[in-house]
């Protein structure tokens, strides 16, 4: 048994099936069918299933894939200490966040951030909020930075997010100081699909109220959402970081009771696998970035406060 081959294990279950991640390994089909036989030869049981071309984990192999992860997580830790006790300001820093993340917040902060920090190089990976905490679990990134709390992980707060009601200029709610969300009962509503953690805080605010929206279009895209609610076909949901072009829409915080609808942004890691110092450092200057600024600090003056999730500082 080697790496190698759990790592090809993990590969096979991750794309789906055989030929995917051969493509993903870059190798031939028969040469990973051949690390599999001797991966489940050396084990002594049967990883998959094989019922024609398609192909299914076995009991035993649903057991071993976690700690295959873990496994190939640890070495890939022995190598970022390896890299770092060699020199600990360079290294590769994978950085997983939402899109409007990215457009909003990181876009101006990693060109300053790149200039302090020349030798770390920093991917990052664009995914729905709630599903970043599953992309830290198996190792994919670093850090992530989502609103979801109350895991096993670590981490520290950024800034607070509120839910938005983005309207065109004509619309009758556009001069409106906040709107509570059962005011929203009834109106065409624009909102991002799931996956996306304001999509969650949405759906929990509307049980809460006890309403069923009136959803016309799920989107993966704030800008799409952005452009209907501009050309005044629908209100558009969104997350007070998305990018509300103010010359176009106009944002009114939602509420409920009174209370603001929303999170508070978080950078977190696991605390069972090793974090670079570059990465700290990272988190220490994003920590410090957004204390100055952040997305949409402009469109939530009229929300009411959000408080901290408890035991934050």
Request: charged share 25%.
């Amino acid at each position: 048994m080697n790496l190698r081959q759990l790592r090809a294990f993990s590969t096979i279950v991750d794309s789906g099936g055989f030929a995917r991640a051969a493509d993903r390994l870059h190798l031939t089909q028969p040469a990973l069918s051949r690390q599999i036989r001797a991966l489940e030869s050396s084990l002594g049981v049967s990883l998959f299933d094989r019922r024609g071309r398609r192909v299914q984990l076995t009991s035993e192999g649903e057991d071993l894939l976690g700690r295959s992860r873990h496994l190939l997580a640890e070495a890939a830790g022995i190598l970022e200490r390896a890299r770092s006790l060699k020199s600990g300001d360079t290294g590769i820093l994978r950085v997983g966040a939402t899109p409007q993340v990215i457009e909003n917040l990181l876009a101006k902060f990693l060109s300053p951030y790149r200039q302090r920090h020349p030798g770390v190089e920093v991917h990052l990976v664009e995914d729905g909020g709630t599903r970043l905490h599953e992309r830290l679990d198996r190792g994919d990134v670093h850090l992530a930075m989502t609103a979801a709390g109350g895991t096993r992980f670590e981490d520290r707060l950024l800034y607070p997010m509120h839910l938005l009601a983005v309207v065109s200029p004509e619309h009758a709610i556009a001069r409106r100081t906040v709107i509570d969300i059962c005011e929203l009962s009834k109106e065409p509503l624009l909102v991002l699909r799931p996956g996306f953690g304001s999509r969650e805080w949405f759906d929990i605010a509307c049980n809460v109220a006890g309403i069923r929206p009136r959803v016309l279009l799920d989107s993966g895209a704030p800008g799409t959402l952005v452009a209907l609610a501009a050309a005044n076909y629908a209100i558009a949901i969104l997350p007070s970081n998305a990018q509300v072009p103010r010359d176009a829409v106009r944002a009114v915080p939602l509420v409920h009771r009174g209370a603001s609808i929303g999170r508070w942004a978080h950078i977190t890691w696991d605390p069972q696998r090793f974090l670079a110092p570059y990465a700290e450092h990272f988190v220490t200057e994003l920590s410090a970035f957004c204390r100055r600024d952040f997305p949409g600090r402009d469109l939530i003056k009229r929300a009411p406060h959000l408080p901290k999730p408890a035991g934050a500082s």
